[in-house]
């Protein structure tokens, strides 16, 4: 699987959007860019996921490059319960893969959500 | 979705004990996966355990040290054996449904 660069930290303003970057240049064809998130001492929670087209679900967007060579997960109003650490994976799930349903995590971002 | 219930949540043990961790599921899958989150660290698989057949390591983790058992579809045992202070981890098991892996809540082990 791709490897993936984030930044080890980030600071948000209550009610304000988190923009959380992830650089991830050597992602192929076939492999999705997946965002999940960490709330201390809990498991890791699915957030969104994509290929190479814009996404958007309950809990946030995600813009992928034309290139695919990076995106960016935007929490639109962060509340003080994001507070997390936020992993950004790429990988496929094509079914007989060796690598399918296993996820490579970075050291993610810290995200700090200010009142 | 898929509900994950792990057991213990945590536990403290002593040096040179084992531990079984159980992760039941409450969907049918053909993989689970093992992870390991070390104090202040990210998560990094231990193993992939398929239903009727050896569970598939990652370098660095072995068999006897971390033996895992699939019985079924919905379940599956992970322990830690002959522990050690440097195995005090939480300890969490993940399955894959829709393209969507959904992890447990994780087992919290300190070895004194």
């Known amino acids: 699987d791709a490897k993936t660069t984030q930044p080890t930290s980030m600071d948000c303003a209550e009610g304000r959007a988190a923009n959380l970057p992830c650089n991830h240049s050597?992602?192929?064809?076939?492999?999705?860019v997946y965002w999940y998130r960490q709330i201390h001492s809990q498991g890791p929670q699915y957030i969104i996921h994509?290929?190479?087209n814009n996404e958007t679900n309950e809990m946030a967007s995600l813009i992928i490059t034309e290139d695919r060579k990076s995106s960016t997960l935007i929490l639109p109003h962060a509340t003080l319960r994001d507070t997390a650490v936020y992993y950004c994976?790429?990988?496929?799930?094509?079914?007989?893969?060796?690598?399918?349903?296993?996820?490579?995590f970075g050291q993610g971002t810290i995200l700090t959500v200010h009142p | 979705s898929a509900v994950i219930s792990q057991k213990p949540s945590r536990d403290i043990c002593q040096r040179g004990t084992s531990l079984t961790i159980q992760c039941q599921v409450d969907?049918?899958?053909?993989?689970m996966f093992w992870y390991r989150q070390q104090p202040g660290q990210s998560l990094t698989l231990i193993a992939t355990?398929?239903?009727?057949?050896?569970?598939?390591?990652e370098s660095g983790f072995v068999i006897d040290k971390f033996p895992i058992s699939r019985p079924n579809l919905t379940f599956s045992t992970l322990t830690v054996s002959n522990m050690s202070p440097e195995d005090s981890s939480i300890y969490l098991c993940?399955?894959?449904?829709?393209?969507?892996?959904?992890f447990g809540q994780g087992t919290r082990l300190t070895v004194v």
């Open positions: 994509g290929l190479k």
């Open positions: 969907s049918q899958v053909t993989m």
């Open positions: 993940s399955v894959v449904l829709r393209a969507e892996a959904f």
């Open positions: 355990a398929n239903q009727g057949s050896e569970a598939t390591y």
């Open positions: 050597t992602i192929s064809g076939n492999e999705y």
């Open positions: 994976i790429v990988l496929t799930f094509n079914a007989g893969g060796t690598s399918y349903g296993k996820l490579t």
